[in-house]
């Protein structure tokens, strides 16, 4: 494996100063302030984040301070792509990426990985009770660069830079949104036996708190029923769309065995049309910040794989820090990312979507 890095800029000190990062949410306990000509503005019940400008009475709200199990939103309407059927190759390639005008340069040649995952038929213990709220790493000096809404077009890209940095990822995976996941059966199977993690992100990307208890059991138990198939294992780690969760979610996910229910606490904003070295400035942070982030991010941007994902690297290993996956940046052994662990099936006319 051979890395050639090339630092051609730093972004601007106002940014690395990472006054995107959290400001607010049940259970945040951080600094709650934001900078001068900045607010704290309104996500959801679990998040809010420093932006530029006043404050919005349309986007800010208290902070909340009484629990319920129903909540009524609007549903959220997702429209899906078709599950065409495509063939996949696991072989690393050569990967070679240019950031013109950005922040860095990198130069990598993928080589086949020797990683491998140590499969058991021990199953992680099955919580009792809620799942836990995780929005930041709980181990210093790590970053976990999370990518949602997968499988997409980019997945095998992503693998095999991070496999060629020696770095780590998280994908939240849907069952079908972009793509049918039986058809990314292939990557997913190498992204879980070379010690990346992969988790869930519902089947259809619907707003939990928006479904009867029921409806949240259906989108996490076929999503989950899926990668069992795939991988021969189910995770325990689940990042409900558009990071909206509630007490209700937190006990849904609890009684299937699911330990965490994981948002974040830096936003790279690909999703909302952030050039990558815009998004690089969201996920800066000062020297003196040795606590480790959750990064947000998205796997179907190229930018985002093609320039934002080699940045991310080459920042971590120019600081000495660590990319991981958010198991690990919890200090989680994999022995407990998954439940029912055994063996992948054969394809057959259930793989599906």
């Given amino acids: 494996m051979q890395t050639k890095l090339v630092l051609l800029s730093l972004v601007s000190s106002a940014f690395a100063a990472g006054q995107y990062g959290q400001c607010g949410?049940?259970?945040?306990?951080?600094?709650?302030?934001?900078?001068?000509?900045?607010?704290?503005?309104?996500?959801?019940?679990?998040?809010?984040?420093?932006l530029p400008g006043a404050a919005s009475t349309t986007t800010t709200r208290p902070p909340v301070t009484t629990t319920t199990t129903t909540t009524t939103r609007p549903p959220v309407t997702t429209t899906t792509a078709g599950c065409a059927a495509n063939t996949l190759t696991v072989t690393p390639a050569p990967v070679t990426v240019t950031a013109p005008g950005n922040v860095v340069t990198i130069t990598v040649t993928a080589a086949t990985t020797t990683t491998t995952r140590t499969t058991s038929t021990t199953s992680a213990p099955v919580p009792t009770g809620k799942a836990t709220f995780y929005s930041k790493c709980k181990q210093p000096n790590t970053l976990a660069m999370t990518f949602d809404d997968g499988p997409a077009g980019y997945h095998r890209k992503i693998l095999d830079t991070a496999n060629a940095a020696g770095a780590k990822v998280t994908f939240f995976t849907n069952g079908k949104l972009y793509n049918c996941i039986y058809d990314s059966a292939a990557t997913l199977y190498e992204a879980y036996t070379t010690g990346h993690q992969v988790a869930s992100h519902t089947w259809s990307h619907p707003d939990l708190t928006g479904l009867s208890d029921a409806g949240k059991t259906e989108e996490i138990v076929k999503v989950e029923n899926a990668l069992k198939k795939?991988?021969?294992?189910?995770?325990?780690?689940?990042?409900?769309?558009y990071g909206s969760s509630n007490d209700a979610v937190l006990t849904v996910a609890g009684g299937l065995g699911y330990r965490a229910v994981v948002n974040w606490d830096l936003d790279s904003q690909d999703w909302n049309g952030l050039t990558p070295a815009a998004s690089l400035?969201?996920?800066?942070?000062?020297?003196?910040?040795?606590?480790?982030?959750i990064?947000?991010?998205?796997?179907?941007?190229?930018?985002?794989?093609?320039?934002?994902l080699p940045n991310v690297i080459a920042w971590a290993k120019q600081k000495g820090w660590k990319l991981v996956t958010v198991g690990e940046c919890l200090g989680e052994d994999p022995s407990l990312w998954y439940k029912d662990v055994g063996t992948p099936s054969t394809r057959d006319s259930t793989w599906v979507c």
Avoid: M
């Fill in 25 to 50: 949410g049940r259970g945040f306990t951080g600094d709650t302030s934001c900078p001068s000509g900045w607010s704290c503005r309104y996500s959801n019940d679990f998040y809010s984040q420093c």
């Fill in 281 to 293: 400035a969201q996920t800066s942070f000062t020297n003196a910040d040795n606590s480790g982030h």
């Fill in 295 to 308: 990064i947000l991010s998205h796997e179907n941007y190229q930018s985002t794989v093609d320039t934002l």
């Fill in 230 to 241: 795939i991988i021969g294992a189910k995770p325990t780690y689940l990042r409900p769309p």
